[in-house]
């Protein structure tokens, strides 16, 4: 299976964990609306670049979805780091949000590495 295939199947497979996971954290506790624009704006991306991906082997969009992911998972990542190391504001929660946030960082690193591989050409 090409990268780009494997990109798109795992940016499907995070989408249906993550929405749901989305929606029910927005209607347990208010968050900004940009918040939930950012987070649902990447997922649109992620999911309408997979289709593409899967019926018609175009990757770009897919690459914009999980660029976007990278930079919102980055930012956050690194905020709740910083505030854990520092001491800043509840230290069990900065810390789950590290412990959490580190691996969903790197599997949106890993779907746009895949997705920015270049298919295989077929000679015949």
Do not use: C
């Amino acid at each position: 299976m090409q990268a780009q295939r494997i990109s798109a199947w795992l940016g499907i497979a995070l989408a249906v964990i993550g929405a749901p996971l989305k929606a029910l954290r927005v209607m347990r506790q208010a968050e900004p609306l940009s918040s939930v624009a950012y987070d649902y704006i990447a997922l649109a991306l992620i999911v309408a670049g997979a289709v593409l991906v899967l019926r018609y082997g175009r990757g770009r969009l897919l690459a914009a979805g999980w660029g976007f992911g990278v930079a919102m998972f980055y930012g956050s990542f690194f905020y709740h780091y910083e505030n854990w190391t520092a001491g800043i504001g509840d230290i069990r929660f900065e810390r789950t949000m590290v412990i959490v946030g580190g691996p969903f960082l790197l599997l949106n690193l890993l779907g746009l590495v895949l997705s920015l591989m270049a298919p295989k050409s077929v000679e015949a």
